[in-house]
C-alpha cells in the first residue's frame, strides 16, 4: 500500500519534471529561431550602412567646363561638368582605350558628375586646380570591397570585368578606395542603382500612413469604444456589431487592400500610390483593434468609480467624461500604438493600392506617392542587383527598429499612466 | 416628520423578484438602519431611493417613493437633481483616483455651487472638518485621495457625499470593510450628521444598528418584516423572524 503511493507520487513528480523539461525546450526552440533570423539579418545587412568612395583626382579645367573667366554662382551651377568627369576617370589609366574608358566610367555611379559638380559648388576657388573627390563607387566595386562578391566566377558570368578589378585593385593598393558611413541611405529616395537606393522616400510614405491611419483610426475607434461600452442598450442589435468588430479584427489584409483599390481609388478617385489612400485603407485595418483595445480598458475600469461619480449628480456623459475615459486613455492608448505598430508592417493592402510603385522623390505630404518601408523591402527584394541583398535587411533592421521602438513607448504608457486602484 | 414615504415599492431584476410591497416610511434627521440576512433586499431598497438602480439593464422599480412628497419614479424626475440632494457612500471606499481636494470639490464643482476658488475651498474645508478628516488631511490636500489609509477613504467619501449638502445620505454597509477604531470613527460621524441630514444606513452589524438608529427596518427575503423605533425593534420586536434574527438564531 505505502509502496504504490510513494510510486506514485515518484511518477506525479517525474510527469512535473517532464513538463517543465518540455516548457523550456520550447522557450530554447523559439529563442533559438529568434537568433539566428535576428544573427541572419544583421550579418547581411549591417554592411549596407557602409558605402565605398573612390577617391579620384578631378582637374576641375575651366576650357573643358565651358566656362568664361570670374564666373558667378549661376555660371558654374549651368557649367558642363560631364566631360571633366569622364576625363578623370579615363586617366585612372592613361593607356586605356575608348571601350576601356566606357568600362573605367562605369566603376563609379552615374551621380559621379553631380558628385564633382558639387564639389566645385562648394568651393568655387578650386577653378583650374586638381583636387581628389569622393565618387560613389558602382554597386558592383561596393559589394566587391566589402567582400560579397566572388572574384572567382569566370569573366562573362560576372558583372565586373577584369579590367576593372585590375584598376580596382590598383587604386584599393594606392589607398584610394574609402568605406564611409552611408548616410545616402537614409537621404536617399529609391532608386534602380542599389549604390543611390535610399529609404527616405519608403521612410516618409510610412510616416504619412501611419499619421493618417492615427487621425481617421483613433478618433472613430475611441468614440465607437466609448459608445458601444458606456451608452449602447445592451441587446441583440449590439451583440452583432460586437461580434462584426471581432470578425473585422480578423479578417485578412489584402481584403481591406481590395476594398481601397475597389472604392477609394475606383470610386472616389483619390490619389493613386499615395500615403493618403494608403493610411485610409489601413486605419480600416487598425479600427477594430483599436476599438477592441479602447473597450477593454474602459471595462477595465472599476464599476465603482462610475457608481461614485453618478451618485455625486454627475450625468452619464460627465461620469465618463470626467472619469471613465480619463482612467481608460493609457491601456486605449498604448492599444492604438500597437494597431500602429501593426499598420506599419503591413504589405500586402500597400501594394493593392499601388503604393509598391517606384518612386524616385520624397513625399513631402501625404498627397505625394510614396511606398512604405515594408513595401520597400519588397521591392528591394525582387531586385536582382546583388547590392539590394544588404539593402533588404538593412531596411528591415530599420523597420524592426521602428516597431520596437513603438512597442516600448507602448509598454512605458502603459506602466507609468495606468492608475493604481486604491 | 417624514421625510421619504416608501409605497408598495417592488423591484425586479429581469423576472426574478427582488422586492416585495415595501412600505416604509423615514424619518427626517434621524438614522434609520436597515438589517437582515445577505441577499433580503436591503441594499436594493437603498439604491431605489436615489435611483441607482437605474444603471442595472435588467432592472425593474414599481411603485412609489416619495421625497418630499415628491415621487421619485415618476418620469418628471431628473435624476442629476435627485442624487444631487440624496447622497450615497458607498460599502468599499471609492475615492475617484484624484487629489483629496479634487474628490471633494467634483461634486460642487459639477452642480456649480461654488463661485470662486476660496468658495471652493471653503467648501472643502467645512466638508472634510464635518466628515472628521480635515486635521489628517489638511497638509496633503494635494496628495491622491487613494493614498489615504481605508477608514480615511471612507471619511473622504462622507465629506464628498455632504460637499453638496444633501438632504439625505444613504450608507450601504459604510464600515464593513473598516477595522473597529475606524468603525467607531465613522459612527460617531453619523450620530453628528444627523443634526443636518436625513441618514439611511444598511448594517449588517446588528450592535451598529443599535448604536446609531433611531429605527431600523428588519428585510427578510424581500420582504419588510418588520419596522418601528430601533428600541422596540431590538427590545420587544412583534414578529418571531425578527427575533429570531436578532437574537442570532439565523442570519
Not at chain 1, 492604438?336 to 509598391?356: K, Y
Request: net charge negative.
Amino acid at each position: 500500500m505505502n509502496k504504490s503511493k510513494e510510486q506514485l507520487l515518484n511518477k506525479r513528480y517525474k510527469a512535473e519534471q517532464r513538463f517543465r523539461l518540455y516548457g523550456l525546450g520550447a522557450i530554447f526552440m523559439a529563442l533559438l529561431f529568434l537568433t539566428i533570423f535576428i544573427f541572419k539579418i544583421f550579418s547581411t545587412g549591417y554592411s549596407a550602412f557602409q558605402k565605398t568612395w573612390l577617391i579620384v583626382p578631378v582637374t576641375f579645367d575651366a576650357e573643358l567646363m565651358m566656362l568664361e573667366q570670374n564666373p558667378s554662382n549661376e555660371d558654374l551651377q549651368d557649367a558642363d561638368y560631364y566631360d571633366i568627369a569622364l576625363k578623370s576617370m579615363a586617366d585612372l589609366d592613361p593607356n586605356a582605350n575608348e571601350d576601356q574608358e566606357n568600362e573605367l566610367k562605369r566603376m563609379v555611379s552615374y551621380f559621379f558628375e553631380k558628385e564633382i559638380k558639387n564639389e566645385l559648388l562648394n568651393n568655387p576657388g578650386l577653378i583650374g586646380k586638381t583636387k581628389e573627390v569622393y565618387l560613389t563607387a558602382s554597386d558592383d566595386l561596393d559589394q566587391v570591397f566589402k567582400g560579397n562578391y566572388p572574384r572567382d566566377l569566370p569573366e562573362d558570368q560576372r558583372r565586373v570585368s577584369d579590367y576593372q578589378l585590375k584598376i580596382f585593385d590598383q587604386l584599393v593598393a594606392k589607398g584610394k578606395v574609402e568605406s564611409k558611413f552611408n548616410i545616402s541611405f537614409f537621404t536617399y529616395a529609391d532608386s534602380r542603382e542599389p549604390e543611390l537606393a535610399g529609404i527616405a522616400s519608403s521612410f516618409m510614405g510610412s510616416i504619412f500612413s501611419i499619421l493618417v491611419c492615427l487621425m481617421i483610426a483613433f478618433p472613430v475607434a475611441v468614440l465607437a469604444a466609448i459608445y458601444l461600452e458606456e451608452f449602447a442598450p445592451k441587446n441583440r442589435f449590439t451583440d452583432f456589431i460586437e461580434v462584426n468588430i471581432n470578425n473585422l479584427a480578423a479578417v485578412p489584409s489584402i481584403v481591406f487592400g481590395l476594398l481601397g483599390l475597389g472604392v477609394l481609388l475606383a470610386i472616389f478617385h483619390l490619389p493613386r500610390s499615395t500615403p493618403l489612400v494608403g493610411g485610409i485603407t489601413l486605419s480600416l485595418m487598425t479600427l477594430p483593434t483599436i476599438i477592441i483595445a479602447a473597450r477593454a480598458s474602459l471595462k477595465a475600469v472599476p464599476p465603482s468609480i462610475r457608481e461614485a461619480a453618478l451618485a455625486m449628480g454627475a450625468s452619464r456623459m460627465q461620469t465618463t467624461m470626467h472619469h471613465t475615459v480619463p482612467l481608460s486613455m493609457p491601456g486605449t492608448l498604448s492599444g492604438t500604438i500597437i494597431g500602429l505598430a501593426q499598420a506599419l508592417g503591413e504589405t500586402a493592402p500597400l501594394i493593392l493600392i499601388g503604393m509598391v510603385a517606384f518612386v524616385n522623390t520624397i513625399p513631402g505630404s501625404p498627397m505625394d506617392p510614396a511606398a512604405s518601408l515594408p513595401v520597400q523591402i519588397y521591392i528591394w527584394a525582387e531586385s536582382a542587383e546583388r547590392g539590394f541583398v544588404e539593402k533588404v535587411s538593412a531596411c528591415i533592421m530599420v523597420l524592426l527598429g521602428f516597431l520596437i521602438i513603438m512597442n516600448l513607448f507602448a509598454q512605458i504608457i502603459r506602466h507609468k499612466f495606468e492608475k493604481k486602484w486604491s | 416628520m417624514i421625510k421619504i414615504k416608501a409605497k408598495n415599492v417592488d423591484v425586479f431584476y429581469g423576472k426574478k423578484q427582488a422586492l416585495y410591497n415595501i412600505g416604509l416610511d423615514i424619518e427626517e434627521n434621524q438614522v434609520t438602519a436597515l438589517i437582515g440576512p445577505s441577499g433580503c433586499g436591503k441594499s436594493t431598497f437603498l439604491r431605489c431611493l436615489n435611483r441607482m438602480n437605474d444603471v442595472i439593464d435588467i432592472c425593474r422599480v414599481k411603485g412609489e417613493i416619495l421625497i418630499n412628497d415628491f415621487n421619485i419614479n415618476d418620469k418628471s424626475c431628473d435624476v442629476v437633481r435627485l442624487r444631487e440632494k440624496i447622497g450615497m457612500v458607498f460599502q468599499k471606499p471609492n475615492p475617484f483616483p484624484k487629489t483629496v481636494y479634487e474628490n471633494i470639490s467634483y461634486g460642487p464643482t459639477i452642480h456649480g455651487m461654488a463661485q470662486s476658488k476660496q468658495e471652493m475651498d471653503e467648501i472643502v474645508e467645512t466638508s472634510l472638518k464635518k466628515a472628521a478628516l480635515w486635521e489628517e488631511v489638511k497638509d496633503r490636500l494635494h496628495e491622491p485621495g487613494t493614498g489615504l489609509s481605508g477608514g480615511q477613504q471612507q471619511r473622504l467619501c462622507i465629506a464628498r457625499a455632504i460637499s453638496v449638502r444633501p438632504e439625505v445620505i444613504l450608507m450601504d454597509e459604510p464600515c464593513s470593510a473598516l477595522d473597529p477604531i475606524a468603525t467607531a470613527q465613522i459612527e460617531e460621524l453619523i450620530d453628528e450628521l444627523k443634526k443636518e441630514h436625513t441618514i439611511i444606513i444598511v448594517t449588517h452589524s446588528m450592535a451598529q444598528a443599535a448604536r446609531v438608529s433611531q429605527n431600523t427596518g428588519f428585510f427578510h427575503l424581500g420582504q419588510l418584516i418588520e419596522h418601528g423605533s430601533t428600541d422596540k425593534i431590538f427590545k420587544n420586536p412583534d414578529n418571531t423572524k425578527t427575533q429570531d434574527y436578532i437574537t442570532g438564531r439565523f442570519g
